[in-house]
C-alpha cells in the first residue's frame, strides 16, 4: 500500500471520526466527543507525515542535524565530516550547526535511536507534541471557561492545516516550531492556572516548561514572563489601594495603601523570579556549554539572531500588515468576528476581566514583536495562536447560549470547521500524486553501502542532505577536479561519484555510482 493510498484512508477516518466527535458532542458526552477529537487530530496528523522523504526547507536540515546528534549530543553538526572547506556562518553547508537551539533536535534524535532512521522516527516527537498541545489547549479553556469552549478551541487546533503542515514538516521551521509551541502552550497554560489556584507547582511547571521553550527557539520562549505580570497585575491593582479613609488628615474616599496590596506587589516580584530563575536553571547551561566549546560559532550565532530584529534576513521580508493577514489566511477567515466579540464577552464579565486581559496579552504581543521585526516569516507568530484558538472557543460556546436561532449558531460552527478542513486539503494535498522527490529518495536508498571507516565522500548528488541523511556517505552536489579526488585519497577517503546518465568524467581513483 503506498504511502498516498494509506494517507487517504487515515483523512476518511478523520473525517469519520470527527462526526462521531460532534454526535457526542451534541449529545453532551464530554469525554466521548474529546476522544473521538483526539482521534480525528491524531489522523490528520498521520497522513501528511507519511511522505516519504524529507522536505527541502528546512526538514532536511534538522532531520540530518538530529541524526548526527544520535552519536554527539552535545555536538550538533550538519557535516559530520567534512570534506571540502566550509563556511561557519553558512548554516546550510557548515560543519558546527548552531542555528536552532537543541531541545527539538535532541527529541528527534532519541525517536531515531530507537525507531532507526526514518522521516517517520524524525517526525514522531512532533506528532507527540501537538497531541500534546491539543490536550492542553482543551483543559486550560476548561477550566477558564466551559468544557464546551474548549472542545470548539480544540477542534479548531485539531482541524488548521498549517498547524498539521508544521507538524510533518512540510513548512519552514517544521518540527523545531512544533517543539516550541508545546513548551510556550505549556508555560502559559501553568502560569493562568496559577493564577486561578495561588498553587506554586504550577509556578515551577510553568518555570520549567519556559526554560523548555528558550531551549527550543531562544528568548520568545520566555513569552509566559510577560503574560505572569500582567495577571499579576490585574491582581496587585485592586488589592494595592483601598478608598477607606487615611490617618493623619487626608480626604475621606483617597486611596490607602494597604499591608495586602504590599504582600502581593511582593508575591508579584517573587512568583516572576521563580518562573524567571527555573527558566534560566533550564535554558542556562547550554548557552555556557557551547560558548566554553564552539565559542566562534555561537558568537555569530546569537549576533545572527539579533540582526533578524532589525534586518530582513535571507529575503523574508514582508510589510506592517504581514502577520495579520496571515492571521486570516492560515487560521481563519473569519478571525476578526470572534477576537472582537469574545474579548467583550470576557471584559463584561468581571469575574473574567483579568482572565481576559491574559489572553489579550498572549494573542497580541507576539504578533507586535514580529511585527516591528524586519525578518518576517509566516510561522513567526504560531505562540500566539492557542490564544487565538481559545478565544474563538469561547465566542462559540458563548454565541451558541445567546437566544439567537440555533440555526444561525450551527451555520456559524460549521464555518469554523469546514473552513478548517478546506485549509487542511489545500495544504496537506490527501489527494494528489506522490511528490517526484519519491523517486529521488527510492535512488538514494539504492545506493551500496561505503565500506565501514573508509570516510567516503560522494560527489554528483543534487539531493546531498536527503543522502546523508540516508547513508553513511558525506555528500555534495558538486562535481570535483582531479586536484581535490587526489587531495581528498591522500587523506585516506574514497570517493565516489554519482552520475544517472551519461558517459563517466575522465577521472582517477573515482568509483561511478548509478
Known sequence: MTPNTLGFIFFGIALV???????????????????FLFITALFMRLSP??????????????????????????????????????????????N????KQPLALWSMALSMSVFGITEIAARFPSLLYSMATLLIIYGL???????RAGYYAAMLFALNGFIIQVAAGRTPTDHIDTCFLFFITASIACVFLHHDTRQHRWLILAGLACGGAVLTKWLVGLLAIPILLTLEASRTSNSFFTSSSLQGG?????PALTVTGLQTVKSLFANTLIVLGLAVLVAAPWQLY???????????????????????LEQHEGGVFFHITRLFSLYSELAIIPIISALFVLYKNKRMTRIAAGLAMWFVLPIIFFTIAATKMKGYTLPAIPAFFIICGLFLASFGETTLR??????????????????????????EPTDPESAWITRIRALPPPPPGSRAVLFGIDQYLNAMFYTDYTCYPNLPSQAIIDDLTRQGRKIYLYQEAGDPPDLENVTFLR
Open 250 to 254: 487626608k480626604a475621606e474616599g483617597a
Open 17 to 35: 471520526s470527527l462526526g462521531i466527535s460532534g454526535f457526542h458532542f451534541k449529545k453532551n458526552k464530554v469525554n466521548a466527543a474529546l476522544a
Open 96 to 99: 558546527i550547526w548552531l542555528h
Open 290 to 312: 557551547i560558548f566554553r566549546v564552539f565559542p566562534e560559532q555561537s558568537a555569530w550565532e546569537f549576533a545572527y539572531n539579533t540582526r533578524h530584529f532589525y534586518e530582513a
Open 406 to 431: 440555533r440555526s444561525h449558531a450551527v451555520a456559524l460552527t460549521l464555518l469554523f470547521v469546514l473552513l478548517p478542513l478546506r485549509g487542511y486539503i489545500q495544504k496537506n494535498m490527501p489527494f
Open 49 to 94: 507525515m507519511l511522505d516519504p522523504y524529507l522536505h527541502r526547507w528546512d526538514e532536511r536540515h534538522h532531520a540530518l542535524v538530529a541524526r548526527n546528534m544520535i552519536a554527539h549530543p552535545l555536538k550538533p553538526m550538519l557535516y559530520a565530516d567534512p570534506a571540502l572547506e566550509y563556511d561557519d556562518k553558512n548554516w546550510g553547508h557548515n
Open 141 to 147: 479553556t476548561k477550566r477558564l471557561y466551559s468544557h
